[in-house]
């Protein structure tokens, strides 16, 4: 599937040939198919939740494209912080992206050019995380003394980086083994009445990216 979830057609094509499909980590919504995923509303609660108890109310995001439902999931997380935490949910600090190294890059320093710049920024995927870092870098915006930053899933080179940056890990070998398993029993059985999904525990790992408490905070 294509990283902006785009034409599904060739998913379509596929469930109409009787050809078992099981998702990993993105599943295309209004597509009825069999998944293995993590918890993208729990991750993304975990992470926003930490970024609250260190004093941020102007947390931004950066979401993948929307038509994939991990995409929605960990923008109901965000917002569901939000909510519970009693901070009016601006518009501004919501931007969608897809995926890409490039929309995180822009959109970044998109939002730190903006009118309400945020104290914490929470990117939904690895490689916008790696734009986001670029973007940072080049505005000399420094983190965490300027801006905390919290990605969902791991960076590519993670361990390299300085700081260190907050990251809500999902359980990848366990979802490749029960996404496999799933597959092999649909092959062996018949596609099911009803898709199957199964969904994990991820894990919030805090580093150095969040560990200084906001500016005026108490």
């Known amino acids: 599937m294509a990283p902006n979830g785009g034409d599904t057609e060739h998913i379509r094509n596929t469930v109409a040939a009787g050809i078992p499909i099981v998702c990993l980590d993105r599943i295309p919504i209004g597509l009825k198919l069999s998944s293995v995923t993590a918890d993208a509303v729990q991750g993304a609660e975990m992470c926003v ?40 949910e601006d518009l501004s600090l919501i931007v969608t992206g897809d995926f890409r190294f490039e929309s995180g890059y822009l959109l970044t320093k998109r939002m730190m050019l903006g009118p309400k710049r945020p104290t914490a920024l929470f990117v939904s995927n690895g490689m916008m995380g790696l734009g986001a870092l670029k ?26 980086f300085s700081p260190e940056v907050t990251t809500v890990v999902q359980p990848a070998y366990e979802i490749g083994y029960k ?34 408490r906001c500016k005026g905070s108490s």
């Open 49 to 88: 939740r930490h970024l609250t108890s260190m004093g941020h109310r102007s947390i931004g995001i950066i979401t993948g494209h929307l038509q994939l439902q991990n995409a929605v999931d960990r923008l109901q997380g965000y917002k569901n912080v939000l909510r519970e935490s009693g901070i009016k």
């Open 135 to 160: 973007a940072l870098k080049e505005m000399d915006i420094r983190c965490p003394e300027d801006l905390a930053l919290a990605v969902f899933d791991e960076l590519p080179g993670s361990g390299s």
């Open 179 to 212: 996404g496999a398993k799933l597959l092999i029993e649909q092959m062996e059985s018949g596609q099911p009445d009803s898709p199957v999904e199964v969904r994990l525990s991820a894990e919030l790992r805090i580093w150095e990216s969040t560990l200084t």
